[in-house]
């Protein structure tokens, strides 16, 4: 439901107004504050004759991926297609075999592969991501992600996005708001599935991003090589680094569910007028993952969401979602 | 006039959909190759029954800026801006007056300066655009495009843009091509008024592009400072590395008119389907400048069009505009 003629609506009379923005939207929530701070932050910058009226030109909305728009335990899928990738790399590079980190993900071993260091996982994404074109990459990660299955489910990651956040991507886009995604993934990576499963172009993905070369194959045909210098790291300050250099806007919304999306969710609230910061929290052991270590919830390396990020939260009124109160529904096949 | 409804027109019945797209569109061109070639290639591309149609989000057209959208003779704006920074940097930097090459640009002897070295053009740039923040250079670079003025026509430097090329940008969004610059110019300044010139917002600019530095005020605010490292040199190979990094497909349409943009046409070009390789030539001593050196006209150290690139075009039926001759009018104000 695109409401763009906002201006049918009476504000300050904020009661149909909300009535006609949120019917039928953001149908997987439980009514709470969750979902009204969405409901009343469209309202408020949809209303032409609101005081904090946004045009739609300047509607960005900023959603970090792991954790907040889909599953990110027991790792981040990224992690998972590099280390699948190892043996296919190892065989057009046998040199590599009974060398470390190569030897120890060969091993199948999960205990000793756990143990990897952030160095040895570095070595493994500059050897799967990296030395090949950009359509043979593409091509490689298409294939996997649309075969890999996830450990605890048995079905395809990209199956395991959260409908509510689904909803709150259409939402924000019937509003005309553009909608971004920015991971501390791989950009590359991700702009591979993004518009199928999220309704997300590629120029609309920011992730890490190491640059590419650009030279030309034996017939003068001119392609691009994927090299290993890293232009962004999506991360921490770098993700509003990356929505300068990307977008060039500060965002009116931003979602995010980690330390890493600390900066972004600052940023975003450092700008005038109403703005949207939301932080998923992972409190749902049963339905999804229970980890922290804010709210005492078990403590764990991936996805960390520290008691201190909850605190600059309540502090600074931005929104923590709660997974086991605000979602009604996680995955679209429940 | 928006025709994403081709199918309404049978393909390859050309003749009648063909005055269908084009229908008032370029008007300040005259009838000749050029003006054919970008209807032929939108006709082909927007048809559902063309062999070549292109889905409506796959629409990606890229501009370079400076000598293919606005002038760029005798210098480039941009550095022109740079130049006329330098009072106001050494008045907060006393230390540089004595330095060069900042004490010959306050010298403003334009004979000296037209001698500085690309690397002394390098530290002007790096003092004038770098170490501030993000707001604080926009509301620079924007107070001074608003009121510097062109030395030979003795108006805004905005008002310089090429009505023909207003044209081709309006006619490709009418047809749901997105609408990309992709300047070696800075991708910082050029946002700052590409929305209201071009009607592209800062997200749909690519160019030369330095990192940020995200840090706190006294206060507590977080903000962005413009720092000197380089991310991305938007120029020669780099442009298809900018265009892969910031948009993540190729183009259908590519226009440039110098050597910098020879890869990001010979990449457009690569492309499978109907795509369109356009090079201005100024070849308009009269109305605007002339210079090659490709078919003997004059040389230049701005904007080089060598005829090995006139070749190049020539033997991969790239699309040269002649300003003297393709265009009717070449500025708004005429």
Redesign the interface.
């Known amino acids: 439901m695109t409401l763009l003629g906002g201006a049918v609506t009476a504000w300050p009379l904020a009661a149909g107004a909300q009535t006609l923005h949120s019917e039928g939207a953001l149908s997987s929530w439980n009514d709470g504050a969750a979902k009204q701070a969405i409901f009343d932050f469209v309202r408020a910058t949809i209303d032409r004759a609101s005081p904090n009226y946004v045009s739609p030109?300047d509607r960005?909305a900023v959603f970090d991926q792991d954790g907040t728009l889909w599953v990110e335990h027991p790792m981040y899928t990224q992690v998972v297609y590099c280390l699948e990738r190892v043996p296919a790399v190892v065989a057009r590079k046998p040199e590599l075999k009974n060398v470390e980190p190569f030897k120890t993900v060969l091993s199948g071993n999960r205990e000793a592969m756990a143990k990897l260091s952030l160095r040895d996982l570095e070595k493994i994404l500059v050897a799967t991501l990296t030395g090949m074109s950009?359509e043979e990459f593409n091509a490689e990660a298409k294939r996997w992600i649309e075969t890999a299955k996830h450990p605890r489910w048995n079905r395809p990651y990209t199956e395991l996005v959260y409908q509510p956040m689904l909803e709150v991507l259409r939402y924000l886009r019937d509003n005309a708001y553009?909608t971004y995604i920015v991971t501390g993934g791989g950009?590359?990576f991700v702009?591979v599935y993004a518009?199928t499963v999220y309704g997300i172009?590629?120029?609309q993905?920011v992730g890490t991003?190491g640059?590419?070369?650009?030279s030309y194959a034996k017939d003068g045909?001119?392609?691009?090589t994927k090299d290993a210098k890293l232009?962004?790291n999506d991360n921490n300050?770098g993700k509003?680094?990356g929505i300068?250099?990307?977008?060039?806007?500060r965002p009116y919304a931003a979602f995010g569910n980690s330390t890493g999306d600390r900066?972004m969710l600052?940023?975003t609230g450092?700008g005038a007028g109403a703005r949207l910061k939301m932080l998923v929290l992972h409190d749902d052991a049963t339905r999804e993952y229970a980890y922290g270590p804010a709210q005492g919830l078990p403590d764990t390396k991936v996805g960390i969401f520290t008691p201190a990020l909850y605190d600059e939260a309540k502090s600074k009124d931005w929104t923590v979602i709660s997974i086991k109160n605000d979602w009604k529904r996680i995955f679209v096949f429940e």
């Open positions: 030109e960005i950009v553009k950009q590359d702009r518009e172009p590629p120029e993905v991003a640059g590419t070369k650009y045909k001119p392609f691009l232009l962004l300050a509003p680094e300068y250099l990307m977008i060039g806007r900066q600052e940023w450092a």
